[in-house]
């Protein structure tokens, strides 16, 4: 079974750079057509998609956060990460990845609180 | 900027029926969106209920189904039950973006 689990420091300095890594388990991020993307969610918050991968190594960001954001592919490790660049408080927020097809976004993680402060 | 737009809350009695919807500022929404629902309770992940408009997922119970209606995606619970009571997220697809709309705060009272 899938299963995806977020990682990094759960705090993070104004005007730095926030980076995560979403670890995958139980089955492979190069190997299938699937893209891989981030959420967030900030504290009492509805849901936004942050940017995807595709398996091949294409990007798609949100237009808002396009010039911060950076997303990759470590396939030896079987992992993908955000970066997220010139933080402020307003990127505090719970931060989830998750596996989606073009028309499903089945399987997250647990998501990571992330602080800005 | 697109948007997606839905019921801030609904209320709704245990054992009645409520429709939340899903709506796009580009327009009628339509099943090239593939209309995603979410369901997520507090301190939880979000959990998908709804793909490709009206699919449901394995672990989906089957009061819930989705569809369109009105140029809109929806959401139908029927036989609302009290552990329904939760926040409810559509998700579009705009062509290499992906927008979620600001949630429905659904009470079961």
């Known amino acids: 079974q899938l299963q995806l689990q977020e990682s990094g420091p759960g705090l993070v300095e104004p005007s730095e750079t926030l980076s995560l890594t979403c670890t995958v388990s139980g089955g492979s991020i190069s190997g299938d057509d699937f893209y891989w993307g981030w959420i967030r969610q900030p504290p009492g918050k509805g849901l936004e998609w942050i940017g995807t991968?595709?398996?091949?190594?294409?990007?798609f960001y949100k237009p808002s956060l396009k010039s911060r954001v950076s997303i990759s592919l470590d396939p030896s490790k079987n992992q993908f990460s955000l970066k997220l660049s010139s933080v402020t408080a307003a990127d505090t927020a719970v931060y989830y990845c998750?596996?989606?097809?073009?028309?499903?976004?089945?399987?997250w993680g647990r998501g990571t609180t992330v602080t800005v402060s | 900027q697109t948007v997606v737009t839905q019921e801030p809350s609904l209320t709704v009695s245990p054992g009645g029926t409520v429709t939340l919807t899903c709506a796009s500022s580009?327009?009628?929404?339509?099943?090239?969106?593939?209309p995603n629902w979410f369901q997520q309770k507090p301190g939880q992940a979000p959990r998908p209920l709804i793909y490709?408009?009206?699919v449901k997922h394995s672990w989906t119970p089957a009061r819930f189904s989705g569809s369109l209606l009105g140029g809109k995606a929806a959401l139908t619970l029927s036989g609302v039950q009290p552990q329904d009571e939760a926040d409810y997220y559509c998700?579009?697809?705009?062509?290499?973006?992906?927008?979620f709309g600001g949630g429905t705060k659904l009470t079961v009272l």
């Open positions: 998700l579009l697809y705009f062509g290499g973006a992906w927008v």
């Open positions: 991968i595709y398996s091949s190594g294409n990007t």
């Open positions: 580009t327009g009628a929404v339509t099943s090239g969106y593939y």
């Open positions: 490709r408009t009206t």
């Open positions: 998750a596996r989606h097809s073009l028309s499903d976004m089945d399987v």
